[in-house]
């Protein structure tokens, strides 16, 4: 499986960006698909995942702001920032596996800077 994260870019704090996921080379199928971040000088966290059944789990430092989404037809996973706070300042990879505890698949990242 390829993954391709897109959506990043510069915002300003309160603001909202929409992370992208798309898979290639072989389906979503049967995985959960997440996302993690890495901010400057900081191991990279997870963030949030969603499972083939459409349950999703968040960490606690972005719950009631961000929202994740897959479309299994097109096999793109979203992440629905909102109320960005420049602490969500990092760059976003996407992820497919049996997350969080076990990733079999690496996207590259997306930047994503929130400017207060």
């Known amino acids: 499986v390829q993954l391709q994260a897109s959506g990043g870019g510069l915002v300003q704090a309160g603001g909202s960006l929409r992370l992208s996921c798309a898979a290639s080379?072989?389906?979503?199928?049967?995985?959960?698909v997440g996302w993690f971040r890495q901010a400057p000088g900081k191991e990279r966290e997870f963030v949030a995942a969603?499972?083939?059944?459409?349950?999703?789990y968040y960490a606690w430092f972005v719950k009631g702001r961000f929202t994740i989404s897959r479309d299994n037809a097109k096999d793109t996973v979203y992440l629905q920032m909102n109320s960005l706070k420049p602490e969500d300042t990092a760059v976003y990879y996407c992820?497919?596996?049996?997350?969080?505890?076990?990733?079999?698949?690496w996207g590259k990242g997306t930047l994503v800077t929130v400017s207060s």
């Open positions: 080379g072989r389906a979503f199928s049967g995985y959960t």
């Open positions: 992820a497919a596996g049996s997350l969080p505890e076990a990733v079999d698949y």
């Open positions: 969603i499972r083939w059944s459409g349950s999703t």
